[in-house]
């Protein structure tokens, strides 16, 4: 009998999958916490994980631990590192929640270039004449620099061009043809697409400790140019974001994501209600999403134990001995 440990809430899809599968006994811990699921991995053949961190420490102490699937397409929270030590997979989920992401950040685009937040804010406090402010604009014909062109950053694109906006977008791993494919302007210089924009949206990895928008950035793009994060947290300096919302220097910004979940809510960031509108990374977490992620993550775990999984969505597909992959159901 193998042990799944299921370490944060997942939709009902799931775990229908693996209650169905026969040989498997799971473990369900619906907070998302690391203080919450670690006590269980001691006995845990399979983990699958949300957002929580999995350092070496927590993977050192399950000594039964044979794969883990993350709830998710991102893993910057995980030690692949230390899974690969130990011959562990560290699988993904497939294209499941693109158009979900992608609709959450053309609403946050749309939402910040309408000022919704400070209208609705105004009506409630009595300021009805805020509407005479003209501080809301349009985003036809603006031009809109997508940094990252994988299936969300596509996705992007597409919505965005319904809104009648100019496309430019950044992705040094791609080849010229699908820019020309999807009819978008290729950027090969972040800064000079910073500079040239009228709105960004972020659609990368987080790569290194550096923010990749820090305030040097921040200072390149227009004033009044709008910025969307439904990445990672940690892309952007949220320090220096505050100080060029304060400062007026950006029109506005919309994040999903934060470089602390949940954050201090003492934070300068958060401090700035006008012209900011924050989501809990929610981005890909409506129903239809939740329960595709969800599929997605059960089924890597029952392939990996009947010798099916599919190699394309491990990350550190190093540690795949084909040989070592068959008939390993208890």
């Not at 699937?69 to 690969?84: I, N």
């Not at 200072?219 to 320090?239: C, Q």
């Amino acid at each position: 009998m193998a042990n799944i440990l299921i370490a944060g809430k997942i939709h009902q899809a799931g775990l229908d999958i693996l209650r169905h599968t026969a040989g498997f006994n799971l473990q369900l811990v619906n907070e998302v916490s690391v203080e919450s699921f670690a006590p269980f991995l001691k006995d845990a053949d399979a983990l699958l994980i949300r957002t929580q961190p999995l350092t070496s420490r927590e993977i050192n102490t399950a000594p039964k631990l044979r794969i883990v699937s993350r709830h998710g397409v991102g893993y910057d929270s995980v030690d692949v590192d230390a899974l690969t030590a130990r011959n562990i997979p560290l699988t993904v989920v497939g294209d499941v929640n693109s158009l979900s992401v992608a609709e959450h950040t053309l609403a946050l685009l749309l939402a910040v270039a309408k000022r919704v937040n400070y209208f609705d804010r105004s009506i409630r406090e009595g300021q009805w004449n805020n509407r005479n402010s003209f501080s809301a604009v349009e985003v036809a014909g603006r031009t809109l620099f997508i940094l990252g062109f994988g299936r969300i950053g596509r996705e992007v694109a597409r919505l965005a061009k319904c809104f009648r906006m100019k496309v430019a977008a950044y992705d040094p791993f791609l080849p010229d043809s699908v820019f020309v494919d999807h009819d978008v302007t290729r950027v090969t210089d972040i800064n000079r697409g910073l500079q040239q924009a009228d709105a960004v949206t972020v659609h990368l990895p987080l790569s290194g400790h550096k923010p990749l928008i820090g305030e040097a950035e921040l200072a390149l793009m227009k004033r009044g140019a709008l910025l969307i994060n439904t990445a990672r947290g940690g892309i952007v300096d949220e320090e220096a974001l505050a100080a060029a919302l304060q400062n007026n220097a950006l029109g506005g910004a919309g994040l999903d994501v934060l470089r602390n979940e949940p954050p201090d809510l003492h934070a300068a960031l958060l401090a700035q209600s006008d012209r900011l509108i924050l989501s809990p990374h929610a981005a890909g977490l409506t129903e239809e999403a939740a329960m595709r992620m969800s599929a997605s993550a059960a089924t890597n775990i029952v392939n990996f134990f009947t010798g099916q999984l599919d190699k394309e969505l491990v990350v550190n597909q190093q540690v795949l001995l084909l040989n070592d992959l068959t008939s390993q159901l208890p």
